[in-house]
């Protein structure tokens, strides 16, 4: 038998992360405990949200969590891809005796790293200008900068100095706008961009408007990564609909906004039979959702780096075993995990 709870963890960032949606300074997040009362083995998953990005209802969330626990995990998630996410990554904890390896690889086993890219929060040019050299001096070899909050010509001059002190044969360059730009001035913005030698920039216009998209991927000179555009889309056929209407480059996987690692399996499908491109990134998951992600995406052929460097965003994130150095996340088996909460 199976008994479970959840309990309420408020992270805390090093520093304000700011995106042209909003600016974080703290963040809920929720962790359901599984307990086998037979085997004695403690499953863990997080259920994480995104304040005004998360289609989970915030209203209704800790009353769905609540009933989750208390209806022998039964309840419809259909609408709460976090909490999914959260149940589907306990299960498979436990189902492996609680040590948090949910997938033996060799990420878990330590004997492989996972590389990522260099996470570049809005700032000032010259707190920007810090983050990127601190990112390079620790070996990334990719960033990614959120844009699209201030003037554009400052914006792209910034861009532009960095590119001529980081060449792209040096320093791939991507670029989030997290909807920021209008439809009728986003070409001119992307072909300036174009200018940069940029690897590719995820979700320049706000998602919902397909026919816009779809001719903004058609015409970009840089090519579009969807992210926003996802969030909400969980019937296959609509999954298949979207990548054949907007015919992106690449597709942004993010487990706990898209309901799970099965469903993200199934966007993996797709894109690989629309020769599409993909990578997995955590959504500002605190180390247990973190690890969960990582030891899921180890499963995969990894060619490019993946956006799975959120772990050190927090002052109070639970200690683990996750490290990143030069550039790569890795699985230090000799470290122990802290406690919830600690």
Known sequence: MISARFV???????KPAKTSRDTLLTKDTFYLILF??????????ECSTIPGLSPDNPALYQTVLHDLCTSELKTDLTHFPSINFGLETALADLKNGGRKILFDNDFSNGRKAIPINGLIWMASPDDMKMQIKQKIEAGFNCIKIKIGTIDFKDEFAFLKKLRNEYPANEITLRLDANGAYNFSSVLEILNRLAELDVHSIEQPIKAGYWDDMAFVCEQSPVPIALDEELIGISNPTRKQMLIETLKPSYLILKPSLLGGFASCQE????????NTGW?????LESNIGLNAIAQWTANFDIKIPQGL??????????????????GQLFYRQDREWGKLGG
């Open 279 to 283: 990578w997995i990134t955590s959504a």
């Open 8 to 14: 309420k963890h408020c992270l805390h960032f090093i």
């Open 267 to 274: 966007w993996i499908s797709l894109a690989n039979t629309t």
């Open 36 to 45: 086998d009362t037979q085997t004695g083995a403690t499953g863990i998953g």
């Open 309 to 326: 460097g959120t772990g050190s965003l927090y002052s109070n994130n639970i200690p683990s075993p996750l490290e990143i150095s030069k």
